[in-house]
């Protein structure tokens, strides 16, 4: 489910954030932790970073940065 908007969508369709144990963010689809999802969708990842979804989806204050790298990630995949 996509944390922004709320609706039940495809793997395909979202971008997943994990936690690592470790505490540290990364977009790697394989990485174990726990995830949360947002779609690929500008509105989606725009309401993400103006709301700081990410921090009520761990309940923990995440850094800018994370957020940033989300915004990279979307725009990367924006290209092709
Ligand atoms: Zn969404």
Do not use: H
Not at 41 to 67: F, G
């Amino acid at each position: 489910m996509c944390i922004a908007c709320r609706e039940m969508k495809t793997k395909e369709e979202l971008l997943r954030i994990i936690k690592q144990k470790d505490g540290s963010f990364t977009f790697n689809p394989k990485a174990m932790g726990r995830g949360a999802y947002v779609c690929r969708s500008q509105e989606c990842v725009q309401l993400c970073m103006k709301k700081k979804l990410l921090n009520r989806a761990y309940k923990t204050n995440i850094d800018e940065t994370v957020y940033k790298q989300l915004l990279e990630e979307y725009a990367g995949l924006d290209k092709d």
